[in-house]
């Protein structure tokens, strides 16, 4: 039987794994100072970000949003972007690791690998900043303006990064960038090759130059870039919905990329949730996306957990039972 770090390996190499991996089993999250200096909330607070950004998370929900309006909004005029937006000094932070440090290492003890993230990637970071809108607008209508403050944001995740990998030296980044909705990329493929596509290639080849699994975040329909991920050194599609058609996906990517999602997160995580259906959507996930492997099934979410209590133990047993089924 091979462990569960053995067991990712497999799955990653396409090889021969001996059961599907369990959503985050293998790899729980590390909570970091820099996300807490971030987002500085809990559910149900609002509160303004080191950027200026206005968030607000709201109960039984999977993360804080952005609040952009006329009065919150902190980039008015992006060609001035320079005069809205300032990026802290984050080596001039006495920022606390024990915490992180100490629960990195029990994770390894365990042996499982050290996952952590950094969230609200840059094309999020550019709508967190002057909206949906203005962010769409403005890759057409001021491109260079875009293009520097795009590459501005590229260089402070970046630099969170590379403080995550000095304190942490983790197994797995997860970084998050949500690229589209449900249905549709927001913008069209071009124009995310265009400013996106190569800010973000720096972003995983930092990763990948210390030898880290490079997992990424999108829990909408990526399909048409799908062979861009591959191409910027992406090893997990993490949160792929089953709006994209997943087995084509795998296909498009040369059984490249794996692809962790797949269970309807709408169907199943409700606070009138039902065990059959639980069960039902994660057989039908294992049954429709296990042929060609590199799939993990799990919840669409960017980490660990369901919103309402119950669900996700219910997916991680019938998981268990899915794999008696298919690896034998």
Avoid at 114 to 127: K, Y
Wanted: aromatic share 12%; glycine share 6%.
């Amino acid at each position: 039987m091979l462990s569960l770090k053995e067991n990712v390996l497999e799955t990653l190499e396409n090889g021969k794994p001996d059961a599907f991996v369990n959503e985050w089993e293998p790899f729980p999250q590390v909570w970091d100072p820099i996300f807490y200096y971030m987002y500085p909330l809990t559910p149900g607070q609002t509160a303004v970000n080191p950027l200026g950004v206005t968030l607000f998370w709201g109960e039984e929900e999977p993360g804080a949003m952005p609040i952009v309006n006329d009065k919150t909004k902190v980039v008015r005029d992006v060609t001035k972007w320079r005069d809205y937006v300032k990026f802290p000094d984050l080596d001039s932070l006495k920022l606390d690791w024990t915490q992180a440090r100490a629960d990195a290492e029990k994770v390894r003890a365990e042996g499982k690998f050290v996952m952590v993230w950094n969230v609200t990637g840059i094309f999020e970071s550019s709508h967190f900043l002057m909206g949906f809108e203005d962010t769409l607008c403005n890759l057409l209508e001021e491109p260079e303006a875009m293009h520097d403050l795009i590459g501005a944001i590229k260089n402070f995740k970046k630099k969170q990064i590379q403080l995550l990998i000095d304190n942490l030296r983790p197994d797995v980044i997860m970084f998050h960038d949500d690229w589209g909705s449900k249905h549709a990329l927001f913008m069209a493929p071009d124009v995310w090759r265009e400013f996106y596509k190569e800010p973000t290639r720096e972003i995983y080849s930092l990763i990948k130059k210390h030898d880290i699994i490079a997992m990424h975040h999108a829990d909408s329909f990526c399909q048409p870039i799908a062979k861009d991920m591959v191409d910027i050194g992406i090893d997990i599609w993490e949160g792929i919905l089953p709006s994209n058609d997943i087995q084509q996906v795998k296909k498009d990517t040369d059984y490249k990329l794996v692809l962790m999602g797949g269970i309807d997160a709408s169907i199943v995580d409700r606070r009138d949730w039902d065990e059959k259906v639980v069960r039902d959507e994660v057989a039908r996930a294992c049954r429709d996306y296990r042929e060609g492997g590199m799939f993990i099934p799990c919840l669409t979410y960017g980490g660990e957990g369901s919103i309402f209590p119950g669900v996700n133990d219910c997916i991680m047993d019938e998981v268990r039972k899915q794999s008696k089924i298919y690896f034998k």
